[in-house]
């Protein structure tokens, strides 16, 4: 098969599966945070250099406040874990979307893991956290005024590669591939320039549930939705 160069997830279903087994909803996303392991691991040794998934948007502080607080917990110690997975597998993480309203510890934790797996040459894997599309649109626009304003950048030097390079995901080639898991069928707010060209794949899997066979299929499809456009992204 010919392997997408970036595959973007949504990660959906953790509360759902957790309480079709009588759990309580945290229980889904310590079982999601260990399927994203599996699957950064299962990605690289497919041969996928980039992975990026969708772990908390700036729409989920409106969850109930013990929900996100429970996140937040399991957010910290992901960090940890992340670090050692990342030295143990030379993955360069990098985590896109507004860190200003994370707490102080969590903001540290995070620039300490992308400062240690900078140069890492494995997986570059991104983690979408107070992330939402625009959002990060927003947040570039502002940048661009203000250079404006303060006269290095004229309105009509405004280019798709400069707000491209303005974005969180500067550097980070387009995704090919999306992959959204539990039957849900829309991008809820997911690096919306980013997905201008993006095939997208929908599985009932819950991501809890989603294992590397899942990964394979939602590759094939990719596979088989390139060959009908002729190796060719639709214009």
């Given at each position: ?39 950064c ?8 250099p ?43 993480v ?20 992308e ?9 570059h ?5 107070n992330?939402?599309?625009?959002d ?14 303060a006269?290095?950048?004229r ?20 995704p090919d ?59």
């Amino acid at each position: 098969m010919k392997m997408p160069r970036h595959v973007a997830i949504i990660l959906d279903g953790n509360g759902r599966w957790a309480k079709a087994k009588g759990m309580p909803r945290n229980y889904g996303h310590v079982q999601g945070a260990k399927t994203v392991e599996n699957i950064c691991e299962t990605a690289w040794k497919m041969g996928i250099p980039y992975l990026t998934v969708y772990a908390f948007s700036t729409e989920n502080w409106s969850r109930p406040q013990d929900e996100v607080d429970a996140l937040m917990k399991l957010l910290r110690n992901y960090m940890k874990t992340c670090l050692k997975t990342a030295e143990k597998n030379h993955m360069c993480v990098r985590v896109l979307g507004d860190k200003s309203r994370l707490d102080e510890d969590i903001r540290s934790r995070i620039l300490q893991l992308e400062e240690a797996t900078r140069n890492n040459d494995g997986l570059h894997f991104q983690i979408a956290i107070n992330y939402g599309g625009r959002d990060e649109i927003v947040r570039a626009a502002k940048k661009m005024a203000e250079e404006v304003n303060a006269g290095r950048l004229r309105p009509e030097d405004i280019t798709e590669d400069r707000i491209s390079n303005l974005l969180d995901t500067a550097g980070i080639p387009e995704p090919d591939l999306l992959i959204r898991t539990c039957n849900e069928q829309r991008i809820s707010n997911f690096l919306l320039w980013q997905l201008a060209y993006t095939e997208f794949y929908f599985t009932p899997v819950p991501w809890p549930d989603f294992t590397r066979e899942e990964l394979v299929k939602a590759v094939e499809a990719y596979n088989h939705r390139d060959r009908k456009l002729g190796g060719l992204k639709e214009e």
